[in-house]
């Protein structure tokens, strides 16, 4: 059996039927800087609640994928094929994928194992919608930073629809070694001007 092989909280091990196993965790109340502001621009930064994704995690119904850079083009596993299995907990979404033989013949997932092996996978990023606020309560929220640490808006999610979780090169979550794609605000702390709401993708 081969040696397993770690990228910071991502790990992939050979086990002894074919298959590869990787791991991996998105601790949440972590906060990452995507937008750092200037030119008259406020820094933005997001941070998920504990359990933000348990509102799909928790639907034994709803299928989540497990993706190389967010394309459903080039799929390692999924919950409903049985190879992909989520836990939420307060502290981390952790997940464990299966890479079965049969789908480490595809071309982009032997791209993926060489980068992977290369150093050059570093992180989980998660696709996701926030939920309506039909559904939930209160979905998100977004506050000022303590002065003493910045002037940032913070984006707290609270309850998110999660789609898939990509494989990706360039982590926005250093500490938590996730990325985020880029997204529009959906809402601004009370007393400032709504913009058009939009929805992540």
Known sequence: MESPVFNGGLELRAAGDGSRRLTGRFPYGKRAVLDAG????????????PNAFSFAVDDPDRDIHLLLGHSFDRPLA?????????QDSAEALSFEAVLTPEIQRAS???DFLAGFAAGLIMG??????VAPPEAVEKPEDVTEEPPEEGNALIRTIFAAILFELSMVTRPA???TEA????FQWDRTPKGLTHPLKRWRV
């Open 38 to 49: 200037g030119k008259g621009r406020r820094p933005k930064k997001e941070q998920f609640a």
């Open 78 to 86: 999924s919950r409903k094929a049985g190879t992909l299995m989520l």
């Open 108 to 110: 982009w997932v032997q």
């Open 124 to 129: 989980i990023s998660p696709g996701f919608r």
């Open 173 to 175: 979550y250093h500490e």
């Open 179 to 182: 990325d985020l794609r880029h």
